[in-house]
């Protein structure tokens, strides 16, 4: 059995300068992957790849048995691979409610999609109660809640999220986090890019640190979690 995602010696070069050299990992469906590391160690920059934005200069990825290589990035939409970005890239001016159905743009299920935007507001109550607001009214934390519940308006067989908990306050990571963690228990697949390592490794299946543009450590999150070396570099422990 394939996994739903796999990437195979992925390289993404932006001119001279391989941000991305050679990574291979897979999600398997149901599953939290996570990819930790410091700032530059290429993360970003794999998503982003990986939801057509990028071209890979080499390397192999392939989405529940297709491949990606020539796939634009709406089509890679459509096929179920869902992108939230890192700085949530919002539309300010448009309502909360407007930007949830903008994640929605490629189906035409009214219905389908009325249910999802009430699953969004049982997610995220703050944004039902809000949702005739300009999306530009909202906290960073609430924010993050609308880009996540526009991604998930696409209907994904796997969620990427890319440092969803950036510049919260520790209390609105935690919701972040407990939310993730009940996607989880729904049975939503997620590739999650995390700053807060200790976070991301309690909640992943698998996980993977990369530097430098490379994979150098690969195991469960509770396996990592407990890594010495992973410990010292990430978890600020001695």
Same mark, same amino acid.
């Given at each position: 059995?394939?996994?739903?995602?796999?990437?195979?010696?992925? %390289?993404?070069?932006?001119?001279?300068?391989?941000?991305?050299?050679?990574?291979?990992?897979?999600?398997?469906?149901?599953?939290v992957v996570t990819l930790i590391g410091t700032n530059g160690a290429g993360k970003t920059t794999t998503l982003r790849t990986?939801?057509?934005?990028?071209?890979?200069?080499?390397?192999?990825?392939?989405? $529940?048995?297709?491949?990606?290589?020539?796939?634009?990035? !709406?089509?890679?939409?459509? +096929?179920?691979?869902? !992108?939230?970005?890192?700085? %949530?890239?919002?539309?300010?001016?448009m309502t909360i409610e407007d930007n949830l159905r903008l994640g929605a743009f490629l189906r035409s299920d009214r219905a389908?999609?009325?249910?999802?935007?009430? %699953?969004?507001?049982?997610?995220?109550?703050?944004?039902?109660?809000? %949702?005739?607001?300009?999306?530009?009214?909202?906290?960073?934390?609430?924010? =993050?809640?609308?880009?996540?519940?526009?991604?998930?308006?696409?209907?994904?067989?796997?969620?990427? +999220?890319?440092?969803?908990?950036?510049?919260?306050?520790?209390?609105?990571?935690?919701?972040?986090?407990?939310?993730?963690?009940? +996607?989880?228990?729904?049975?939503?697949?997620?590739?999650?890019?995390?700053?807060?390592?200790?976070?991301?490794?309690?909640?992943? $299946? !698998?996980?993977?640190?990369?530097?430098?543009?490379?994979?150098?450590?690969?195991?469960?999150? =509770?396996?990592?979690? !407990?890594?010495?070396?992973?410990?010292?570099?990430? +978890?600020?422990?001695?």
């Open positions: 059995m394939t996994a739903l995602l796999e990437v195979e010696d992925l %390289r993404v070069a932006y001119g001279k300068i391989e941000a991305v050299k050679g990574i291979s990992f897979k999600v398997e469906a149901g599953e990986l939801s057509g934005l990028l071209k890979p200069v080499g390397g192999q990825i392939r989405f $529940d048995g297709k491949s990606l290589k020539k796939t634009p990035a !709406h089509q890679i939409v459509s +096929l179920g691979l869902a !992108h939230s970005p890192e700085g %949530r890239h919002i539309f300010p001016r389908g999609i009325e249910k999802d935007i009430q %699953r969004a507001y049982d997610l995220f109550p703050i944004l039902g109660e809000r %949702r005739k607001q300009a999306a530009g009214t909202l906290s960073g934390g609430e924010q =993050q809640m609308l880009a996540m519940g526009r991604a998930l308006m696409s209907q994904p067989k796997l969620l990427m +999220l890319d440092e969803p908990s950036m510049g919260l306050s520790p209390i609105m990571m935690q919701k972040i986090m407990a939310t993730i963690a009940e +996607l989880k228990s729904q049975g939503t697949t997620i590739l999650l890019v995390e700053q807060n390592a200790q976070a991301a490794l309690s909640l992943a $299946d !698998h996980g993977h640190v990369m530097e430098v543009g490379s994979i150098v450590l690969s195991g469960t999150g =509770q396996n990592l979690l !407990h890594d010495e070396s992973v410990r010292k570099a990430y +978890l600020g422990e001695d």
